[in-house]
């Protein structure tokens, strides 16, 4: 790894999210080895000049549709961040290419069902290559995945046993889900068209632990008030996929978690008549399927910064006491926040987590990276981990 050309390079970085992961890596991290690349040199030399990276920033020509130049793009990095998507359309060859050279992978991948397959089909060739293959690493799922994996590892600190029963609560949120999050939710729901058992993985919170069925969750799927909480909660979108990924790296941690282990996700929306229109006109809102955003789209710069977001992750330990934690982040989720995660998380795979800790496998960042990225993510970017209670 050593001797590969790069540490990063960021593949998609002609699109939106793409161009913004691009641009941090430029601004924040100069002095890092990375390159662009894309399906067009004269579009990532467009997109280099927009975003004032220095002129002798490598530029590399590379499409999901021709594998040879996959091959050579994984050959050349110790790591690749990938922003194209829907992965489900356009994700596996790299992953097959990044699992063959032995280089590390992250992607803001929140397809239940194209990680199923993934998991079945690569985990194995991964262990053996070496690859890190690690999924989900914007908004979905990092700051829910590493904010349960905070709360556990501070339970067990103080009572020397995990929380069996965690909710985790977006307690505020300003900004938009991205196109891709849209993009990728219509084909899932295309796929599940054409192959009914789509729907099962889609309902069944432990369909990426392949082998485990553990309890019975909490759906999460309709307006409730919560006597512990005081607040009405709304389903929250994002939530299919968290838990997902939660119910994963409880897995691969061994079921640090327990193996009794439950947690739903909702949106918490205060008290009164107040918090229970408002949990309401979530449920209702169906504005990701019928008035999507569209790949390649998104939110000013203004729009970005002063987007933000505060979740936290509450439960009872075995001592009868009551732990949260929470994570906070500045910039909106869907773009400003997820595009430093994706970074850092690709920054923390090349630089910081060594392989005898972390080996070959197809990851969620709990397991993957942990403390490590918590501590990254921290110090570069804007996020905020603590232990309220």
Known sequence: MAEREFDIVVFGATGFTGRLVAEYLAAEHAAIRWAMAGRSEAKLAEVRDLIGAPSDTPLLVADSSDPASLDALASKTRAV?????????????????CVKAGTDYVDLCGEPAWMHDIIADYDKPARESGARIVLSCGFDSIPFDLGVYHLQQA?????????????????????????????SFAETMKRAGKQPEIIDWLKDPF???????GPEQPSGARVVFEEDLNSWSAPFIMATINTKNIHRSNALLDHRYGKDFTYDEMFLTGPGEQGEGFAKMIANDKSMSENPPKPGEGPSKEERETGFYDVMFTGL?????????????????????????????????????????????VYTTAPALGDTLIARLQKHAGLTFAIEG
């Open 317 to 361: 330990n075995t001592d009868g006491e009551r732990m949260t934690s929470s994570v906070s982040g500045q910039r909106d989720p869907g773009y400003g926040s997820t595009s430093r995660m994706i970074a850092e998380a690709g920054l923390c795979l090349a630089f910081d987590i060594d392989r005898d800790a972390t080996p070959g496998g």
């Open 207 to 213: 369909s990426l632990v392949p082998g485990f069925d």
């Open 155 to 183: 339970a067990i600190a103080r009572t020397g046993a995990p929380i069996s029963r965690v909710k985790g609560r977006v307690r505020k949120m300003k900004g938009t889900f991205s196109g891709g999050t849209a993009a």
């Open 81 to 97: 961040i990938t922003t194209v998507g829907p992965y489900q359309l356009f994700g596996e060859p790299l992953v097959a290419a």
